[in-house]
């Protein structure tokens, strides 16, 4: 359904332009999408139409935790303020009220689309260099008001904890699962440890400058207190299926050292956490898996399911490591000089 002129243009003079000025982009899935330009900024406009599922609140406090990372110089796609110093807009049209939001356009490509070879030892470095400051800027972030703070990891949908897809599954996922969840429930919380995280941290959600060596998160909708470990758990996790055609095991270990050496420039992290990735990465696997046995049809599945699911399962009943990586010499290779 294509957006009325008079809500699009009333929308426009929120921000200080036109219509005319907005050019349509893609990938807003349900929502419109322009590109425009504001105080000589690249910028994106995002406009949710009416009658649907957004929780405005839920909206509100991760663009408020986003534009605290950014004033603090974080590594993110920063929202933009409205003329009238708004991080959201709603613009009423009749009965009908459309919601809007603007970030700053992130220059580079996306991670997944990037080849094995596009990859060097400096950009996964930068990447842990970009995860380890925004954790480290997290730990002094307190939202502005209570209704603001977002949930807990065990509390929010995530894919270390989706919710609906777990209510029924098999029973033998949701015992591996409880196995699991028991090694991770008597990890302490220390502030270092534990704070608001990104958690849905793969390789389709940050922005690659591969000539200027600068990396930008984005799509923090997920976003929960939990483990900072968990971010790093999901990019190990991801890559091993992104790339895993090209030496799987060898490439998530070098990927891991260089990455654990960026982020450990900006983030303490002891070995006792890297020792924890096992655990993370298990209730990872049984959640993504939760998602998608229902509906796997390796017919029609997309490329990243058809190299996740092959043998899964049987993985998954075995209680088989998800990846079989030397952690130790590896953290203590990432403590190294390069």
């Not at 992130?106 to 990447?127: R, T, V």
């Not at 600068?214 to 992104?242: E, H, P, Q, S």
């Amino acid at each position: 359904m294509p957006l009325p002129q008079q809500a699009l243009e009333a929308i426009a003079r929120l921000y200080g332009v036109t219509a005319a000025q907005l050019q349509p982009a893609t990938g807003g899935h349900f929502a419109y999408v322009y590109e425009l330009r504001l105080n000589q900024r690249a910028c994106i406009l995002k406009i949710i139409p009416p009658n649907t599922d957004v929780d405005v609140r839920a909206m509100r406090a991760v663009l408020e935790w986003l534009a605290f990372l950014a004033e603090a110089g974080g590594p993110v796609v920063p929202p933009v303020f409205s003329q009238q110093g708004n991080l959201i807009e709603a613009m009423a049209d009749g009965e009908q009220v459309y919601i809007a939001v603007v970030f700053e356009k992130a220059p580079g490509m996306l991670a997944e689309g990037m080849a094995p070879e596009a990859w060097s030892d400096m950009l996964f470095e930068a990447l842990g260099r970009t995860v380890g400051a925004c954790h480290r800027i997290a730990q002094d972030y307190n939202p502005s008001k209570a209704e603001f703070r977002r949930p807990e990891w065990s509390a929010g949908s995530s894919c270390f904890n989706p919710h609906e897809e777990l209510e029924d599954a098999d029973p033998i996922l949701l015992e591996r699962r409880a196995q699991t969840l028991e090694r991770i429930a008597v990890l302490p919380k220390e502030r270092v440890s534990y704070g608001l995280a990104h958690l849905d941290l793969h390789f389709g959600n940050f922005f690659v400058d591969a000539e200027a060596q600068r990396i930008v998160l984005f799509d923090f909708d997920d976003c929960a207190y939990g483990w900072y470990l968990m971010d790093i758990t999901m990019l190990l996790f991801d890559i091993l299926v992104v790339y895993n055609g090209h030496e799987p095991l060898n490439f998530g270990a070098h990927f891991l050292e260089q990455f654990l050496r960026g982020y450990r420039s900006q983030m303490p992290l002891d070995f006792f956490w890297v020792n924890q990735l096992p655990h993370f990465l298990k209730l990872l696997e049984i959640g993504v898996y939760a998602m998608l046995y229902r509906d796997y049809n390796p017919a029609t599945a997309d490329e990243w399911v058809s190299k996740f699911m092959p043998g899964r399962r049987e993985r998954i009943e075995q209680a088989l490591p998800y990846v079989d990586l030397d952690f130790m010499a590896i953290y203590q290779a990432s403590g190294r000089s390069s």
